[in-house]
């Protein structure tokens, strides 16, 4: 069985698609519409065509490159590190050899001697002691060197009192290997130029 129904149209509508008058009018309004269309459409772009070829853009030359500065002398810095490393060196063994001596038996062997002394005592007053200076941050230099093996003892250093302050002179040599030290130098030039001898403290 088929669904499809019969398409029915008018025959009064069908004759009037054939009418002469109806046709014109509707080929009236086509031309009209179409001529509309036409009309509203923009104008193409004129085609611009070239002969020859295109002019070359700017040129800009690439700069020149500079050269690498030149390299700086490091031998002064080389020179100036060394130096440096140098003086810390030695000023370290300074300050290293100059603690040795303080704490020698030697040097507390002076000091017990010249502090029993009772005319360096009148000379440069009570409480004898070595004197401070600041460049060895508050201890006192000991000039000289203590040589015990080779028998060699010469030691110089600033000694001062409640009354004044002199330079204490050391010096004792060892003639022979086994020999005992003899004293050659022993005494304290005070700073208004007064000299005290010191006599070597006797064993009892």
């Known amino acids: 069985m088929s669904l499809r129904a019969p398409l029915r149209v008018p025959l009064r509508a069908y004759r009037g698609l054939h009418r002469p008058s109806?046709?014109?009018?509707?080929?009236?309004?086509?031309?009209t519409t179409s001529q509309t269309q036409t009309d509203n459409h923009k104008p193409l772009p004129e085609v611009e065509t070239f002969d020859k070829t295109s002019r070359p853009g700017l040129y800009y030359a690439r700069p020149s490159p500079r050269d690498l500065p030149p390299l700086k002398?490091?031998?002064?810095?080389?020179?100036?590190?060394?130096?440096?490393?140098?003086?810390?060196?030695?000023?370290?063994m300074v300050f290293v050899g100059?603690?040795?001596?303080?704490s020698s038996s030697v040097m507390q062997q002076i000091m017990a001697t010249i502090r029993g002394?009772?005319?360096?005592?009148?000379?440069?007053?009570?409480?004898?002691?070595?004197?401070?200076?600041?460049?060895?941050n508050g201890d006192p230099w000991?000039?000289?060197?203590?040589?015990?093996?080779?028998?060699?003892?010469?030691?110089?250093?600033r000694v001062k009192g409640h009354k004044g302050a002199g330079t204490l002179y050391f010096t004792s040599i060892?003639?022979?290997k086994g020999?005992?030290?003899q004293i050659?130098?022993?005494?304290?030039?005070?700073?208004?130029?007064r000299e005290v001898n010191i006599a070597p403290v006797k064993p009892t």
């Open 184 to 193: 050659l130098r022993f005494k304290v030039i005070a700073d208004d130029g």
């Open 98 to 102: 100059n603690q040795e001596r303080l």
């Open 117 to 136: 002394n009772a005319e360096l005592r009148e000379v440069i007053g009570e409480a004898v002691r070595p004197e401070p200076v600041w460049w060895m």
């Open 174 to 176: 060892r003639r022979a």
């Open 142 to 157: 000991v000039d000289g060197a203590i040589h015990i093996p080779g028998g060699n003892i010469d030691l110089s250093f």
């Open 22 to 31: 109806t046709l014109s009018s509707l080929r009236a309004n086509y031309a």
């Open 73 to 92: 002398n490091k031998w002064p810095a080389i020179l100036a590190l060394a130096a440096f490393g140098v003086s810390a060196w030695a000023g370290f």
């Open 179 to 181: 020999e005992p030290f």
